[in-house]
């Protein structure tokens, strides 16, 4: 007869992950007999209240999902409506969308890594305690997030759920001497940003490699963000609007958020690792040469490295902010419009923490009629399991304590949105 030993502990406040969820784990024998990363916080409904308004809300209603990545919903909800309508936006205003994006991608990517992350890699149960003895390192994250938050405010009139995007382009169009009140602030933050990717590089990167499929938005010209091809590291290549013949949403008892997987085959990775493996090449000059510099070639398949590849985003986005600016002229007009048309809109934008789907059908009225929304976390969850029952089979002696950090980590290396949250993780261990 074995002799059982259950253990059962709960960490019943785990910063730095957002939401509110659960973890259970039965190792019976040397085997994980169950692994279930539970989301349980309730459903907020946004896709039943989208219905029945007007299609130029849906940006502004969609930002409310999230308050790291506001821009992410409302581009891809502009990119579902414009697809609709048949708009297509001119290279000014394109321009613009771009340099309010890249603000989310560096104060999101700061925020992570700085205060999120690296306490992980430390040995810090969060961003306070390890400013004690990092003080020059948080320092500069916040001043990158806050170089972040300046250019979206400049644009989107606000950092937090931005009011001046619209359907079409924007409410007003920026002028080109404003942006250029934030180039001095940009050009440090282009340098520090390559100062991080060698001091994250030099981090205590655990050891990992698992095999995923990438999948990200794809572009022939840039490093895509705006939108793009969605394709993968096994060989999908479709437009948008086939989302729905490649991938699949399926609830699982033990979650409130459902899990995406590709048809036929599985679990998928979408956020920087897979925008690196993917992209690379497009990648701006200056994140080209920082990844080379610490020897980041692609693709990376360890997930506790996804660290030093948000830190090259932001050394690309910096890079790209600075050469929008001197390419911008303020457009004659600040949106275009078009009839309003029933049909059905798709839309997709890369945000920092991976493909944003939307997908919207709308009356002749132009009142919207159904709505989808399929967020980068959702679409990682059947890979955050996956990945969680691959490093428990490798640790399987490791004590309880250390398990739990790790496993902790791991979930962290997604930077589940919304990143800054108080998470909950209720984390249940039985040996026998």
Known sequence: MHETSIRRFAVDNLARVEGEGAMHLTIDDGTVTDLRFKIFEPPRFYEAFLRGRDLTEAPDITARICGICPVAYQTSASNAMEALLGIEIGPQLRRLR??????EWIESHALHIHLLHAPDFLGYQDGIAMAADHPDEVRRGLRMKRIGNDLMRLIGGREIHPVNPRVGGFHRAIRRDELDTLVDDLEWG?????????????????????????????????????DGRIVS??????????????????HVEWSNALHARIRERGSYLVGPLARYALNHERLHPRALAAAAGVGLAPPVTNPFASIVVRAVEVVHAFATALDEIDRYEQPPEPFVTAPTRAGVGHGASEAPRGLLYHRYEVDDAGTITDARIVPPTSQNQKRIEDDLRIHVLAHLDLPDDRLQWELEQTIRNYDPCISCATHFLDLTVERR
């Open 98 to 103: 771009h340099l309010l994006y890249l603000g």
């Open 190 to 226: 282009l340098t520090a940003a390559e100062a991080v990717v060698t001091w994250v590089a030099g981090l205590p990167i655990p050891t990992a490699d698992m095999d995923y499929e990438f999948v990200a938005l794809s572009d022939p010209d840039t490093y895509a963000i705006l």
């Open 233 to 250: 590291s096994a060989g999908i290549d479709i437009p948008v609007d086939e989302w729905d013949d490649v991938f699949i949403e399926e």
